[in-house]
């Protein structure tokens, strides 16, 4: 018997400013779509933005429904509208920005399990890794692959 550890590194900036550019620009398209989170329910607000392989930015939010399951998150909003509409295009970066009615919580919003599990599918099928960046009031969380945030994903694709 052996004891495994496994270590993740993720990057923490305590500001946009210090991002690089096009991180900056998603984080700030995630936040617009942040505005369009329909969540009468919980009134917890997400928005999600995805920077595909072909430069375009691609946005969700949470959608909620009087009968909740129906509802859905905003990063799984902006990956199938990503994949209905850019089928081809990889999806190399997401960011994600979420809080109590419309704000940004001190710290990151972070996607539940189906979500990450969608990232999964999304990364395996294009094979090309999607970082991901949460945002907070007083830190920005970027992981580099979605296996950071999902160890010992299950990958369908490798079904027989
Ligand atoms: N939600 C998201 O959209 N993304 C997350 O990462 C966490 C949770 C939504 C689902 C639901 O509409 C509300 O936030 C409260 O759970």
Redesign the pocket.
């Known amino acids: 018997m052996k004891t495994i550890r496994l270590s993740i590194n993720y990057e923490i900036y305590s500001s946009p400013e210090e991002m690089s550019k096009e991180d900056r620009e998603l984080l700030e398209a995630s936040k617009e779509a942040q505005k369009t989170s329909y969540?009468p329910?919980?009134k917890?607000n997400?928005g999600?933005a995805i920077r595909l392989d072909n430069g375009l930015i691609i946005k969700g939010?949470?959608?909620?429904n009087a009968a909740s399951p129906d509802?859905?998150?905003?990063?799984r909003t902006a990956m199938f509208a990503a994949s209905a509409n850019y089928p081809d295009s990889a999806m190399v970066s997401m960011a994600?920005s979420?809080g109590n009615g419309f704000s940004t919580d001190d710290l990151p919003?972070?996607?539940?399990g189906s979500?990450r599990q969608v990232m999964a599918e999304y990364q395996g099928k294009s094979g090309v890794p999607m970082s991901i960046i949460m945002a907070g009031k007083k830190e920005i969380w970027k992981f580099k692959k979605v296996e950071d945030i999902l160890p010992f994903i299950f990958n369908g694709l490798e079904i027989k």
């Open positions: 969540a329910y919980s917890y997400v999600a939010s949470n959608q909620e509802g859905l998150c905003a990063e994600i979420g919003c972070t996607p539940c979500c």
